[in-house]
């Protein structure tokens, strides 16, 4: 077949967006041949990647409106802005470039938000939307811990995603798609809300088979000191927050507590763990190149992610990738991610509550080394099964065939 992906992120041996698009570009084109539309500065990283490997099948095509090509690094206002325009030029460019090709399949990619419309809708050829997320939000009892700029940030996105799902090309996008992919069950119900006909979890984060091999070879850590780790940018819906106040109340004299990462909320931290009298137990060590994040990883027992809103959480599948469990909240990317079987997630309703319920997991996964590499066996099974790229690929490949078939039909 061919296949018409929309990745306005697409890089390759990146995470995040980034990968997301690069990804599901390069197993479309172990299917069918694949058209891939992204935005120019994305052009030179992918240029080179194909010079040294190259991949029959897959055609890019690179274009920005008015001759854009800055990546807006900082300038949230200018990127929205550029990605919605972006948008309107690739629904133009796809028809001009489907009365050759004759498209049989259109997707969208990246960006992985609900919130903003995909004129690629607006094609005759059927239509997939996603994964997409972007629904996600802290609970509003957890806003009583943020800063104020934290409190700006979280009430500005509440409004900027409100009016996104008002936007009628928004609508028309989830009435259009033969099925929509949503990365969380609260993306799924507001994709519902926006009258999507078919929706399905499908989370957008995934391994590639090097990766996966390069994550089993980790070694086990001494049983001594017991460590638990935090990976990810200091933000304040990030809950590390409730990660060090968790840390303090189990009270474990012999554990150690590290987080990698930088950020805004970095001295906050810092301060409230001298507070809490764990100073000289807790490691910050900044933000770290992935392979020594990976090596920091590896060197821990347990991640702590209690993030409040992660549509994805990359860094959940990374840890299981490595055999080691998650204690994360029952909330977003993490809580599809994490079973019972891989780690434990913890219901957050209440920050005192939370805090309690993750100081127990926290003395649970410490006290049990049995238990961890059970779950930890548990995550690499998982990852192999369900995050690694190549069985993403087969669900794609099945589900176009499924569409057109029914198309046909």
């Not at 090509?69 to 900082?74: C, H, L, V």
């Not at 990976?231 to 590290?258: C, D, I, N, S, T």
């Not at 959940?316 to 780690?343: K, S, Y």
């Amino acid at each position: 077949m061919k296949i018409l992906l929309s990745a306005f992120a697409c890089e390759p041996n990146l995470g995040s967006e980034e990968g997301v698009g690069w990804n599901t570009a390069v197993q479309a084109a172990k299917y069918h041949e694949t058209w891939v539309f992204t935005r120019t500065f994305c052009r030179s990283f992918i240029e080179e990647e194909l010079k040294r490997n190259p991949i029959p099948n897959l055609h890019f095509v690179y274009f920005d409106p008015f001759g854009w090509s800055d990546d807006w690094k900082g300038k949230q206002g200018l990127l929205q802005l550029h990605y919605y325009l972006w948008q309107i030029w690739a629904y133009f460019t796809a028809r001009k470039l489907d009365r050759s090709i004759g498209f049989e399949i259109v997707q969208h990619v990246t960006y992985v938000k609900h919130w903003s419309p995909s004129f690629l809708a607006l094609l005759p050829q059927p239509f997939i939307w996603g994964p997409v997320g972007g629904a996600e939000a802290a609970p509003k009892p957890f806003w009583q811990d943020f800063s104020r700029r934290g409190k700006i940030y979280e009430t500005l996105r509440a409004w900027a995603q409100g009016w996104g799902e008002r936007d009628p090309f928004v609508g028309l996008t989830a009435r259009r798609s033969a099925i929509a992919l949503a990365t969380t069950e609260e993306t799924a119900a507001r994709v519902r809300f926006l009258k999507a006909k078919n929706v399905k979890i499908f989370s957008q984060v995934g391994l590639s088979k090097p990766e996966i091999q390069q994550l089993e070879q980790s070694k086990t850590p001494p049983e001594r000191p017991i460590r638990f780790i935090s990976v990810g940018r200091l933000l304040h819906w990030k809950g590390v927050h409730l990660g060090l106040r968790a840390f303090a109340e189990a009270k474990l004299p012999q554990a150690e507590y590290w987080i990698v990462g930088d950020g805004p909320e970095r001295q906050r931290l810092e301060a409230l763990a001298t507070e809490l009298g764990i100073a000289d137990r807790v490691h910050f060590w900044g933000a770290l190149p992935r392979g020594e994040t990976l090596s920091k990883m590896s060197e821990s027992h347990v991640l702590l992610h209690p993030s409040l809103h992660d549509s994805g959480g990359f860094v959940c599948t990374e840890m299981m990738g490595i055999g080691r469990p998650t204690i994360c909240l029952d909330l977003g990317g993490p809580a599809t991610q994490v079973t019972a079987e891989t780690g434990i997630k913890v219901v957050a309703d209440d920050p005192d509550r939370t805090v309690r319920r993750l100081a127990e997991a926290i003395v649970c996964l410490a006290g049990d080394a049995q238990l961890r590499d059970r779950m930890g066996q548990a995550g690499k099974k998982r990852i192999r099964e369900v995050y690694d790229w190549d069985v993403k690929g087969q669900f794609f490949a099945h589900l176009w065939e499924d569409i057109v078939d029914r198309k046909s039909g």
